[in-house]
C-alpha cells in the first residue's frame, strides 16, 4: 500500500487482497486492487489490472474490504476528531412516569426545538461526515404530537428518524390499553400515519404477520441486535422482515444490555440466534437460515440504507466513498479461510481487524488508532464512570476472591500500584509487578502460588 499526492489529490492503491465489494453483482476479487482518489473509490478490480494503470503508487496488503443521548455536540466533536461518519440523534421523550427531572420540564415544543437545534449547528459538518436525526426514545414516553410534529420536522429537513420499536409485550400491552386498538405499537404508527421509509425502528422484537406487512409497505427500515435481544428482549422474526422485503441492518444496542459493543461479534450471534429461533419456532434444525452471506450484506448494503445514505456508502464500487475495514485472516481465529464471506461471518473476531479508512483517510492503523491518545481516552473513560456511580448512588457488590480478602484485605487493593512489593501484615501474600504471590507453609513444604491480577 503506498499514497501519494498527484496534482495535489490523495490517491491510495490496495492491492493483492482479497475484496469483497457487496455491490450489486456481490462481485469478489480474489487478488484484487483498488484504487481511492480523496475521499471517493475511483478504480476497483483485479490486481494485474489495477497495477497496470496505477503501478507509480502501489505496494502490498491484504485485505478483506468491508463498508463500514442526550450530548449530541460532544458526540459530534468526538466524530469530528476520530474521523469516524454517523448519524446523531437526541433521545426524546416527553410524556412518561419516571422521567429525570431535567427531562420532565421539558414541552413538546422543547423537545423538537433542541433538535432542530442540533440540525442547524451539526448536519452535514466534519467534511459531510455528520448527519443529525431526529430521534423519539420510545412511544410510552411520547405523546401524539411529539411523534407527529417530529414527522413533519424529519420530512421537512430531509433526515431521518430514530425510534425504539415493539421492544418489549408490555409496551405492546399498554399500548393496546391505552390507544384501544388490537395489537401493540406498529399498529398504532401505522394509524396515526407515522410509519415511513425514513423510520429506522431498532428492535422490532414483538411484532405479527400484519405488523411486518405494514413496515415493509411504508418502507420502514429495522434494526435487530441481537446480543441485546437474547439478554432482555426476546426473538425478532428477521427471516419474516427479510422474506418481506424489509431492510434489515444489524446494530449493537446501547452498552447496559450488550457490553461489548462489537458489530462484530453481532454478526456472528445474528447467525447464532436466528438458526436458533428456527427450531424454536418450527420444531427443527436449519443451519441455512440467514446464511453468512445475508448476514454480511446486513451489515454491510443494508447498513447504509438504514441511515438513508446508500447511495455513497455500503459498498465498494467506483464514485462511492472510501469506507473500508482491512482484515489479516492469518491469525488463529480465521486461519484457514475456504471461503471468505463465511469466514468474516462465523470466524472473524476484533483483533482480526488492523486497519479503518473513513472517507478516504486512515482512522485505524495496524491496530492503532490516528487521531487520538487511546491510552488518554481509556483513562478518562475510567475516571468520568466512577463519577458517574458516586453521582448515581450506585454501589457495586464486592466480588472479591473471600480467600485473598481474608490474607490480605488490603495488599490486593493495591494490585496495581507503581511500588514494586506490597506484603501483607499476615506475610503469606506479596504483590509483585502486578502479580499475586500466595505463599502457603505446611509441616512437609512451602508451596508459592501465583494469581493474576
Given at each position: 500500500?503506498?499514497?501519494?499526492?498527484?496534482?495535489?489529490?490523495?490517491?491510495?492503491?490496495?492491492?493483492g487482497?482479497?475484496?469483497?465489494?457487496?455491490?450489486?453483482?456481490?462481485?469478489?476479487?480474489?487478488?484484487g486492487?483498488?484504487?481511492?482518489?480523496?475521499?471517493?473509490?475511483?478504480?476497483?478490480?483485479?490486481?494485474?489490472?489495477?497495477?497496470?494503470?496505477?503501478?507509480?503508487?502501489?505496494?502490498?496488503?491484504t485485505c478483506?474490504?468491508?463498508?463500514?443521548?442526550?450530548?449530541?455536540?460532544?458526540?459530534?466533536?468526538?466524530v469530528?476528531?476520530?474521523?469516524?461518519r454517523?448519524?446523531?440523534?437526541?433521545?426524546?421523550?416527553d410524556?412518561?412516569?419516571?422521567?429525570?427531572?431535567?427531562?420532565?420540564?421539558?414541552?413538546?415544543?422543547?423537545?423538537?426545538?433542541?433538535?432542530?437545534?442540533?440540525?442547524?449547528?451539526?448536519?452535514?459538518?466534519?467534511q459531510g461526515?455528520?448527519?443529525?436525526w431526529?430521534?423519539?426514545?420510545?412511544?410510552?414516553n411520547s405523546t401524539?404530537?411529539?411523534?407527529?410534529?417530529?414527522?413533519?420536522?424529519?420530512?421537512?429537513?430531509?433526515t431521518?428518524?430514530?425510534?425504539h420499536?415493539a421492544?418489549i409485550?408490555?409496551?405492546?400491552?399498554?399500548v393496546?390499553?391505552?390507544?384501544?386498538?388490537?395489537?401493540?405499537?406498529?399498529?398504532?404508527?401505522?394509524?396515526i400515519?407515522?410509519?415511513q421509509n425514513?423510520?429506522?425502528?431498532?428492535?422490532?422484537?414483538?411484532?405479527d404477520?400484519?405488523?411486518i406487512?405494514?413496515l415493509?409497505?411504508?418502507?420502514?427500515?429495522?434494526?435487530h441486535?441481537?446480543?441485546?435481544a437474547?439478554?432482555?428482549?426476546?426473538?425478532?422474526?428477521?427471516?419474516?422482515?427479510?422474506?418481506?422485503?424489509?431492510?434489515?441492518s444489524i446494530?449493537?444496542?446501547?452498552?447496559?444490555?450488550?457490553?461489548?459493543?462489537?458489530?462484530?461479534?453481532?454478526?456472528?450471534?445474528?447467525?447464532?440466534?436466528?438458526?436458533?429461533?428456527?427450531?424454536?419456532?418450527?420444531?427443527?434444525?436449519?443451519?441455512?437460515?440467514l446464511?453468512?452471506?445475508?448476514?454480511?450484506r446486513?451489515?454491510?448494503?443494508?447498513?447504509a440504507k438504514?441511515?438513508?445514505?446508500d447511495?455513497?456508502?455500503?459498498?465498494l464500487?467506483?464514485g462511492?466513498k472510501?469506507?473500508?475495514?482491512?482484515?489479516n485472516p492469518?491469525?488463529w481465529?480465521?486461519?484457514?479461510?475456504?471461503?471468505c464471506?463465511s469466514?468474516?461471518v462465523?470466524?472473524m473476531?476484533?483483533?482480526?481487524?488492523?486497519?479503518v479508512?473513513?472517507?478516504?483517510l486512515?482512522?485505524?492503523?495496524?491496530?492503532?488508532?490516528?487521531?487520538?491518545?487511546?491510552?488518554?481516552?481509556?483513562?478518562k473513560?475510567k475516571q468520568?464512570?466512577?463519577?458517574?456511580l458516586?453521582?448515581?448512588?450506585?454501589?457495586l457488590?464486592?466480588?472479591?476472591?473471600?480467600f485473598?480478602?481474608?490474607?490480605?484485605?488490603r495488599?490486593?487493593g493495591?494490585?496495581?500500584?507503581?511500588?514494586?512489593l506490597?506484603?501483607?501484615?499476615?506475610?503469606?501474600?506479596a504483590?509483585?509487578?502486578?502479580?499475586?504471590?500466595?505463599?502457603a507453609?505446611?509441616?512437609?513444604?512451602?508451596?508459592?502460588?501465583?494469581?493474576?491480577?
Open positions: 500500500m503506498l499514497e501519494r499526492e498527484k496534482d495535489r489529490k490523495m490517491v491510495t492503491v490496495l492491492h487482497c482479497v475484496i469483497i465489494t457487496m455491490d450489486g453483482e456481490q462481485r469478489v476479487f480474489r487478488n486492487g483498488i484504487v481511492i482518489e480523496q475521499d471517493k473509490i475511483k478504480a476497483i478490480g483485479q490486481s494485474v489490472h489495477i497495477l497496470a494503470e496505477f503501478s507509480h503508487v502501489a505496494d502490498h496488503v478483506f474490504a468491508e463498508a463500514g443521548g442526550q450530548h449530541v455536540s460532544g458526540m459530534a466533536r468526538a469530528h476528531l476520530l474521523g469516524l454517523a448519524c446523531l440523534t437526541q433521545s426524546t421523550m410524556s412518561g412516569h419516571g422521567l429525570p427531572s431535567s427531562w420532565a420540564t421539558r414541552t413538546t415544543h422543547d423537545c423538537l426545538q433542541s433538535q432542530k437545534d442540533n440540525y442547524e449547528k451539526h448536519h452535514n459538518t466534519a461526515r455528520i448527519r443529525i431526529f430521534g423519539i426514545r420510545q412511544i410510552m401524539d404530537r411529539l411523534l407527529l410534529d417530529t414527522r413533519d420536522a424529519a420530512r421537512q429537513l430531509k431521518g428518524i430514530h425510534m420499536v421492544e409485550p408490555y409496551e405492546n400491552q399498554v393496546m390499553d391505552v390507544h384501544k386498538i388490537n395489537h401493540g405499537t406498529v399498529t398504532y404508527l401505522e394509524k400515519d407515522f410509519l425514513n423510520l429506522l425502528a431498532a428492535h422490532s422484537v414483538w411484532v404477520n400484519n405488523e406487512s405494514l415493509s409497505r411504508a418502507g420502514v427500515k429495522v434494526s441486535c441481537p446480543a441485546a437474547m439478554r432482555m428482549l426476546g426473538f425478532a422474526p428477521v427471516r419474516e422482515m427479510l422474506d418481506a422485503g424489509i431492510c434489515v446494530g449493537t444496542d446501547g452498552a447496559p444490555s450488550n457490553n461489548r459493543m462489537s458489530i462484530v461479534d453481532e454478526m456472528y450471534l445474528t447467525s447464532l440466534i436466528n438458526k436458533g429461533r428456527e427450531v424454536y419456532a418450527n420444531g427443527t434444525t436449519d443451519p441455512t437460515a446464511p453468512a452471506e445475508t448476514i454480511l446486513m451489515v454491510t448494503v443494508n447498513g438504514s441511515v438513508l445514505w447511495d455513497e456508502l455500503g459498498s464500487e467506483v462511492k472510501a469506507d473500508i475495514v482491512v482484515i492469518s491469525s481465529p480465521m486461519v484457514p479461510v475456504h471461503d464471506i469466514s468474516i462465523y470466524c473476531r476484533t483483533e482480526n481487524v488492523v486497519s479508512m473513513c472517507n478516504g486512515w482512522i485505524m492503523k495496524d491496530k492503532k488508532i490516528i487521531n487520538v491518545d487511546e491510552e488518554e481516552v481509556i483513562l473513560a468520568a464512570s466512577v463519577e458517574l458516586k453521582r448515581a448512588g450506585i454501589k457488590p464486592t466480588r472479591m476472591n473471600p485473598l480478602m481474608d490474607l490480605c484485605p495488599g490486593v493495591r494490585l496495581f500500584d507503581a511500588e514494586p506490597t506484603s501483607c501484615k499476615r506475610k503469606r501474600v504483590v509483585l509487578h502486578g502479580h499475586i504471590h500466595v505463599v507453609l505446611d509441616d512437609a513444604t512451602a508451596t508459592n502460588h501465583e494469581a493474576r491480577g
